[in-house]
């Protein structure tokens, strides 16, 4: 493509440099892009060619500044990787005529409850769930439902909020921390409530699909998660295999598209959590964009497929490029605080391979971090991405990385080394 030739995307938001440079430099690869944001970050200028300053929670700011660009360049698309501004990109895309998801669809993805009424309307495998206003309510959805049960936020992500009750005495606490979730800014844009809903049983995976029009999703790839110990499901790691069988399993491609059918979404990349219950595949949440945590970027190095790409091809009314060209397995993982208190010193043995494709350090000296049971993402000291023949492979060359870090964290009482 000529790179004068190229498209113009608008990009609303840049996020963080350690979760979402690999997207925007994908993005960047066939198109112009004009990056809107509260504050653009320096790290943005590589991959941008234009850059505007505006709130984007103030939504007639936003839609001032979009009629501006309008007016100086041809847009052929908009788009996001940020669960905060998936809704205004697509209300930004209809009003412009461009292509996009139906902001009620997005709108019901990002509302937990509107999608479990969707589901149960149209008959897709779920969970029961019940919103509730307090926490009396809470005891008594959880009793109608049984025990155990999970409290989560509404309209939040990233597991923020999100908690096993096993008892009685445990749903007052839990629906207390859900209520009262933050998550880098979501909740300023998210529906308010907390959940209560039925715990399923079974492994957690998330499906990264490209939806091309109504009931035509293709799955991309199934990513397994690796989840921290309950009551709360923090993330610790996920893997991505090329030949994973669930790729082909009928049960799980009908679920799925069931319940993209269901939510009312007919284009774009879309980031599925399910759970493999005994019963087969139930729907956990429908995320109306790309999948975080960096799985985009394990995505291509097992399968070679950019998702990122496929996202802005979707958004221009281009056809996306889903042909894998890799096949092999990548995985991450986080490394987490064992104590509490400010970073002290954090480094790694030397160490280089040709199958480590990152080792990142998210928290720096000073900084002060939380361990379980009340850690969040904020909390994650680094992650490593390998990559490898198998999944097994992969495990064992993570757990090799993670034994070469060293964290030394101040303790209220005394420095303690953090290390596997």
């Known amino acids: ?198 715990y399923l049983h079974g492994p957690e995976i998330s499906v990264e699909c490209a939806v091309r029009g109504r009931g035509d999703v293709h799955i991309a790839a199934i990513t397994r998660k690796r989840l921290g110990s309950e009551p709360a499901f923090l993330e610790t790691g996920h893997l991505v295999d090329a030949t994973d069988p669930l790729l082909d399993d009928p049960a799980l491609h009908h679920v799925v598209t069931s319940a993209i059918k269901a939510v009312g979404i007919t284009t774009g990349i879309l980031h599925v959590e399910v759970r493999l219950t005994r019963q087969g595949p139930r729907i956990i949440e429908i995320n109306a964009r790309l999948g975080g945590d960096l799985i985009p970027l394990l995505v291509h190095l097992a399968t070679g497929i950019s998702l990122p790409q496929a996202q802005a091809a979707l958004a221009t009314g281009d056809t996306p490029d889903l042909a894998g060209s890799v096949a092999q397995s990548a995985a991450i993982e986080f490394r987490y605080p064992t104590v509490t208190g400010p970073v002290q010193a954090a480094h790694a043995r030397a160490f280089t391979a040709d199958w480590l494709e990152r080792l990142f350090w998210t928290r720096q000296s000073g900084d002060v971090v939380v361990a379980g049971p009340h850690s969040t993402i904020n909390d994650r000291l680094a992650h490593a991405i390998v990559s490898g023949p198998t999944p097994d492979a992969c495990q064992a060359r993570l757990d090799q990385v993670m034994q070469s870090l060293t964290v030394h964290i101040t303790s209220p009482v005394r420095t303690t080394a953090c290390v596997r």
């Open 1 to 198: 493509m000529n790179h004068h030739t190229r498209p113009v995307l608008l990009v609303l938001g840049a996020g963080d440099r350690a979760y979402r440079s690999f997207l925007l430099q994908e993005f960047a690869a066939r198109h112009h892009l004009v990056l809107l944001d509260d504050q653009v970050p320096a790290w943005t200028r590589p991959y941008v060619t234009d850059t505007v300053t505006v709130d984007l929670h103030d939504h007639q700011a936003v839609h001032r500044a979009v009629t501006e660009i309008a007016l100086r360049q041809p847009i052929t698309g908009v788009t996001t990787y940020l669960e905060h501004h998936v809704e205004l990109v697509a209300r930004l895309a209809k009003e412009l005529g461009l292509p996009g998801a139906d902001p009620d669809a997005v709108a019901a993805c990002r509302d937990k409850a509107r999608t479990r009424q969707l589901l149960a309307e149209h008959g897709v495998p779920s969970a029961r769930s019940v919103l509730v206003n307090s926490a009396d309510e809470a005891v008594a959805a959880a009793a109608a439902i049984g025990y155990p049960v999970v409290i989560k936020p509404r309209g939040l992500g990233g597991s923020a909020g999100v908690h096993r009750a096993d008892y009685r005495e445990h749903v007052s606490a839990h629906y207390d921390n859900a209520a009262a979730a933050t998550l880098i800014g979501l909740e300023a844009s998210a529906v308010a409530g907390v959940l209560v809903e039925e």
